[in-house]
């Protein structure tokens, strides 16, 4: 069955440090890809995302997103953490072959600690 | 510019009631999804509108739940008779033409418990 993996449900780590959250999906063919984030008390927003080209991919507020082809996978990084970045993130997919029907994982819950 | 609207923020209900959820998608969104989350699960897509017709409703329980998009604007879902696995956040999203590369624009959703 087609899926999408994020490998941790939650990480705890203080301010300053490095953060690298996982995600593998299982679509056979040509996908898009994104990461959505809920700030505590806040929608669901779009973080960023990859269609085609450079594959290190960036986003808002210092994150990035690497899509690697041959590992099914685009990992979320940002090299310096702000209690700010508490929240709970979500790695999604879009098939080509799908209209627009976002597959989500199931979260990464990330608790930045002062 | 306002976000995607959604009513009520919060619902309680008992099984086998009935309950109706409201959105209002962000102004000249063709597109609108529903989406359901369970607690500790990502969203899950139950149905996509293009304007008034339905685009995708293949993991909508059929059964119980019904969603219509009158005009092309508003939108409501319902569920009848609730279950008790039916307890979950409902999102509204809404992106401009339903395109993949397009952002979808979430509302705050409504938690829904099933008691």
């Known amino acids: 069955a087609q899926s999408v993996s994020q490998h941790n449900h939650h990480v705890i780590l203080s301010e300053a440090a490095s953060l690298e959250l996982g995600c593998n999906y299982s679509y056979g063919g040509t996908v898009n890809l994104f990461w959505y984030v809920q700030y505590p008390g806040q929608h669901l927003q779009l973080l960023l995302k990859?269609?085609?080209?450079?594959?290190l991919v960036k986003g808002i507020k210092g994150f990035e997103a690497e899509f690697i082809k041959s590992k099914f996978s685009f990992n979320l990084r940002k090299p310096s953490v702000q209690w700010s970045d508490t929240a709970e993130y979500f790695c999604?997919?879009?098939?080509?072959?799908?209209?627009?029907?976002?597959?989500f994982g199931a979260g990464t819950q990330v608790v930045v600690t002062p | 510019e306002a976000g995607v609207a959604q009513s009520p923020r919060y619902k309680i209900i008992e099984k086998r009631q009935s309950v109706a959820f409201w959105c209002n998608p962000i102004s000249g969104h063709a597109t609108l999804y529903w989406y359901q989350q369970i607690l500790g699960q990502g969203p899950k897509l139950l149905i996509q509108f293009q304007n008034n017709g339905v685009v995708d409703d293949s993991q909508l329980p059929k059964d119980r739940f019904s969603a219509e998009r009158l005009k092309g604007v508003d939108s409501t879902l319902k569920i009848q008779p609730a279950k008790l696995e039916d307890s979950a956040v409902y999102l509204c999203?809404?992106?401009?033409?339903?395109?993949?590369?397009?952002?979808?624009?979430f509302g705050p959703g409504t938690r829904l418990l099933v008691l």
């Open positions: 999604a997919v879009i098939p080509t072959d799908s209209w627009g029907k976002l597959q």
């Open positions: 999203a809404s992106s401009l033409g339903g395109r993949r590369q397009e952002t979808q624009y």
């Open positions: 990859y269609f085609s080209g450079d594959p």
